[in-house]
């Protein structure tokens, strides 16, 4: 009777570890492994944002020493740096639509007014063959490729995560076992950016 009993307690133990190597390789930890995917492409996102933020300072002091009375695009630049510098992330800002949309608008101002700047400078030859603003130059163009790089492995990241919270078996896991996962926020594009520009020759 006592080898039957350590029989069936040896069985249940059995059964129970069997049971978390299947759930283990049916994906059971794609919910927070894909969260964290998640997490670092964001961090990566801030970098590269964070990166082109500080070269601005001496683009607009290298532009100035130029173009100075191009004032009111110099100032664009710098007020819309400031509102991005000033601007606090919240800690729920990829749950949070309001915050992130305002997040990305911040930026897409920055971009907006750096682009203008760099229009601006066209009209100054001997800006554009100034060294310090060539490399400036450089490196905020490689720093949109890296933004844009950085966002797309973000979307990719969240497109992977929001999949397994809505579909079946990441659903189910997520019901039973990480109920506290939300869904996050995903870059877009403005209205504007989705119009076809006309061509007038």
Same mark, same amino acid.
């Given at each position: 009777?006592?080898?039957?009993?350590?029989?069936?307690?040896? =069985?249940?133990?059995? =059964?129970?570890?069997?049971?978390?190597?299947?759930?283990?390789?049916?994906?059971?930890?794609?919910?927070?492994?894909? &969260?964290?995917?998640?997490?670092?492409?964001?961090?990566?996102? +801030?970098?590269?944002?964070?990166?082109?933020?500080?070269? #601005?300072?001496? !683009?607009? =002091?290298?532009?100035?020493?130029?173009?100075?009375?191009e004032?009111?695009?110099?100032?664009? *630049?710098?007020? =819309?740096?400031?509102? *991005? %510098?000033?601007?606090?992330?919240?800690?729920? #800002? +990829?749950?949070?639509?309001?915050?992130?949309?305002?997040? /990305?608008?911040?930026?897409? %101002? !920055?971009?907006?007014?750096?682009?203008r700047?760099? *229009?601006?400078? /066209?009209?100054?030859?001997?800006? &554009?063959?100034?060294?310090?603003? !060539? *490399? +400036?130059?450089?490196? !905020? /163009?490689? %720093?949109?490729?890296? #933004?844009?790089?950085?966002?797309?492995?973000? #979307? +990719?990241?969240?497109?992977?995560?929001?999949? /397994?919270?809505?579909?079946?078996?990441?659903?189910?896991?997520?019901?039973?076992?990480y109920?506290?996962? &939300?869904?996050?926020?995903?870059?877009?594009?403005?209205?504007?950016?989705?119009?076809?520009?006309?061509? &007038?020759?």
């Open positions: 009777m006592q080898e039957l009993r350590r029989y069936l307690v040896n =069985a249940r133990w059995l =059964a129970v570890v069997g049971a978390l190597l299947l759930l283990s390789g049916c994906g059971i930890n794609n919910i927070p492994a894909d &969260k964290q995917q998640v997490n670092a492409a964001w961090s990566q996102v +801030l970098n590269e944002y964070q990166r082109r933020t500080d070269l #601005i300072p001496n !683009l607009v =002091a290298t532009v100035k020493g130029y173009a100075a009375h004032a009111s695009v110099l100032e664009a *630049v710098t007020d =819309a740096r400031a509102k *991005v %510098t000033q601007t606090r992330i919240p800690s729920d #800002i +990829l749950t949070n639509p309001k915050e992130f949309h305002a997040f /990305e608008r911040n930026q897409a %101002t !920055l971009g907006g007014a750096l682009s700047l760099m *229009v601006v400078t /066209e009209n100054y030859p001997n800006l &554009k063959a100034d060294q310090n603003f !060539l *490399v +400036l130059q450089a490196q !905020l /163009e490689g %720093t949109e490729n890296r #933004i844009a790089v950085a966002r797309r492995d973000y #979307i +990719l990241a969240v497109q992977q995560y929001d999949t /397994e919270l809505t579909t079946i078996p990441g659903r189910w896991y997520h019901s039973l076992f109920s506290n996962y &939300k869904p996050v926020q995903n870059f877009t594009i403005s209205q504007q950016a989705q119009q076809v520009p006309k061509v &007038k020759f």
